[in-house]
């Protein structure tokens, strides 16, 4: 309404300074010994313009409004074909994906399946998919490290597990891999579905304990129930805290390199410790880039399953991601 009534107001003051033809002559001043009180059809004619004014400037903000509402409907309909669009290209880029892995073209369809990754939510047969094209590609370590992925996105998924195991024996000789107990645990589930036990518990111990504020009557017989749902929050909390820290503190990297070299300190002088095979899974515990004449280098400490300790370049593994937001989109089938 402000912008309106300033418009306005522009409006008559643009039409004040304009004379229609044939008009009176504007009267003298006081100091020329003219009346300084104007005539009663000079007063009328004023009245005439500001109202001319004001209906043009009415008719102005009609037509804006009306022309605005007239584009609506084409604006609205190009939204609904840019969603549309949106929403296709993922299905339709999956599925070509798909065909080049199907043409045996391997590399070329990890490549697809990579840049799905980039660009949309993770789902979890997304992974799988990229997991199968790099072993069939002859890459053992891309493709843990996509079936790694995959199972932080579904841990109890049977495929994924099958086909990570698999490629582990392959590398390793052992479908498993050393950690700690509670790591392993803790990875049955997913982060959010921590998330949800750990705030279930908390609600279920805050209504037990509000219903005893308002039915004293029955504070004896949840005494106990209060207790135990108390306890299930903070155990559930705990392990809420402790899979946070192992997916967003604790760095896992998979060796992408035929033989990566692993030596004592940060330097390629330095002497060799030991090598790690393609497709060997190792712990991050440090990063230092240095800059060596004109060259640049990027180094990573990791602790292999043994705890030996050395220096990596960046280069010959690749870092697992945090766990990404999970999402199934329409058209993603695991091959």
Known sequence: MSVERSGEAMDLQNCRGVKPPGSSPSPLPPSLGASARPRRNEVKAGKGERAACRAIASERRLGVRGEAVRLMPIMI???????T???ENPATAFEQANKL???????????AYEKLVLSEPAAPSLYFNLGNAWFKAGQSGRAIAAYRQAEKLAPR???IRFNLNFVRKKVSGSDSVPSDGWQHWLAALTLNEWTALAMGAFWLWFFLLALRELRPALRKNLSGYTG???VAMVALAGCLAATTYAQFRIKEAVVIATNAVVRYGPLEESKVYYQLRD????TVLDEQDLTVGDKKQSWLQVQDATHRVGWVQRDQIILLAATPAAKSVTGYVSR
Do not use: H, M, W
């Not at 309909?77 to 969603?83: D, K, N, P, T």
């Not at 892995?101 to 490549?111: I, L, R, V």
């Open 77 to 83: 309909a190009v939204l609904c074909l840019a969603a």
């Open 101 to 111: 892995y199907e043409q045996g073209k391997f590399e070329q369809a990890a490549t």
């Open 228 to 230: 135990i749902s108390g």
């Open 279 to 282: 497709g060997s899974e190792v």
């Open 85 to 87: 669009a949106r929403a």
């Open 157 to 159: 998924d049977p495929n």
